[in-house]
């Protein structure tokens, strides 16, 4: 204040009251005249309400922070009342391979009521999966036991009392043709399981498709001229397009439908094999004139295991694999297998490949780096790679 400057103190005396003081300066013609205004007042009654005010904030806070969580608590409780009721069920469920039950699904049309149909989407998945995998387990051995009863059978039949070598030769030629019969279809059974779950490895080549018809008209020769059918090939102009196949897999494909064309196919009749184009794909189409499909039976075909049930099919004794099979390696080409009925009787398959790109089994980087980590494995299936070596070097 000596200094002419507008200053300001509070001081509380013994008895706590508080007083405020302010000093002014007096100033006149702009020059501080060295007098001063001082007023002072108890600023007493403010301060009181200034701490009532602190403590009721302090309370009030204090009593917020426990309501607060409490009804925070409370809230993440019964909002998870409905994850807690979903766990339940599903520790209810056990660990059985039972799967027909389903999460009942929540009222509230949220996220959870969606996880909740996703999840017995995934349940209706795996119930499908253990079907299958039941119905795979009862096929195979109701299959196999028919096999292994005949080389049973023939083993005990000769052993049953002396006989001449030429006897025991005629049982054991029996027994080597049953038991490659045998592991035929268990070879069959192994590929078509490794192809549907797409890992077999795959080694996408370029083939022509001059050299593919040329190596499936090979493989296939042999039944068509016991049989006394002809195989009529049309490529068209397309016998120098390539694409990038699995040769071996494509011609297993191929080979069983021609196989059942020939089957199904009277002698002197034809077989025709013929190769289209579209915009994106390849197509064989596979034509007999044969008895044909039955309407009924269309649907199944491909399933494992299923044979129409007519006159030829029961004199042709198959097992049932090749279009399964079949189809599940065009599968895996990205391709598709369809059949219809040939105009006059007869069946027609068409097997549709991808013109340019590769299926998305055999393209994406991590599926391939899988399957040539399993590489070991190609030495399993010399069926497939037998057609290459049996390749005319024309
Ligand atoms: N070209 C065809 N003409 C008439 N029926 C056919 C023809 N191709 C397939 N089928 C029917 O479809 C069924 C399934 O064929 P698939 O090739 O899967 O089995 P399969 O020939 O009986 O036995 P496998 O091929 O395992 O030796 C056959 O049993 C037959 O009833
Ligand atoms: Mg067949």
């Known amino acids: 204040s000596d200094k002419g400057l507008e200053t300001y103190e509070t001081f509380s005396n013994s008895s706590s009251s508080t007083w405020r003081q302010i000093t002014l300066p007096v100033v006149r013609n702009n020059k501080f005249t060295g007098e001063l205004i001082q007023v002072g007042a108890s600023i007493s009654s403010s301060m009181n309400t200034v701490n009532s005010v602190k403590v009721m904030l302090w309370v009030s806070l204090s009593l917020g922070l426990i309501a607060s969580v409490l009804f925070g608590y409370l809230l993440i409780k019964w909002s998870f009342k409905p994850v807690a009721r979903i766990t339940n069920e599903v520790a209810r469920m056990g660990f059985t391979d039972n799967f027909d039950r389903r999460l009942k699904l929540p009222k509230a049309d949220d996220e959870l009521r969606q996880l909740v149909r996703t999840f017995n989407e995934m349940l209706g998945r795996i119930e499908d999966g253990f079907g299958r995998l039941r119905r795979f387990a009862g ?20 052993l049953r009392r002396d006989r001449s070598p030429e006897e025991y030769k005629a049982s054991l030629q029996t027994i080597v043709g049953e038991s490659s019969q045998m592991s035929a279809i268990v070879e069959d059974l192994l590929l078509l399981a490794r192809a549907q779950g797409q890992s077999i490895p795959i080694h996408p080549e370029s083939v022509a498709i001059a050299d593919l018809i040329h190596d499936l008209e090979q493989s296939v020769r042999k039944n068509f001229e016991d049989k006394q059918v002809r195989l009529a090939s049309n ?75 007519t006159a030829r099919n029961r004199s042709a ?39 340019e790109k ?37």
């Open 139 to 158: 096929d195979v051995s109701h299959e196999l036991r028919t096999p292994i009863a005949v080389l049973r059978g023939e083993a005990e039949l000769a």
């Open 235 to 309: 490529l068209g102009e397309l016998g120098g397009h390539y694409l990038q196949i699995a040769k071996g897999y494509i011609i297993i494909a191929i080979k069983n439908i021609l196989l059942n064309a020939c089957k199904h196919s009277m002698s002197g009749q034809e077989v025709q094999l013929e190769v289209r184009e579209t915009q994106r794909e390849i197509r064989f189409v596979i034509i007999d004139h044969g008895e044909g499909i039955p309407q009924e039976d269309m649907p199944y075909i491909f399933d494992l295991f299923y044979r129409a049930d």
């Open 317 to 355: 004794g198959g097992v049932g694999i090749g279009l399964s099979l079949a189809k599940a390696l065009i599968n895996l080409h990205g391709g598709k297998i369809e059949v219809s009925t040939t105009e006059g009787g007869g069946a027609s398959f068409m097997v549709a490949l991808p013109k």
């Open 358 to 394: 590769q299926a998305p089994a055999l393209a994406s980087p991590t599926m391939r780096q899988k399957l040539m980590s399993q590489g070991k494995h190609l030495s399993r299936w010399p069926r497939a790679f037998r057609f290459r070596q049996s390749k005319p070097s024309s």
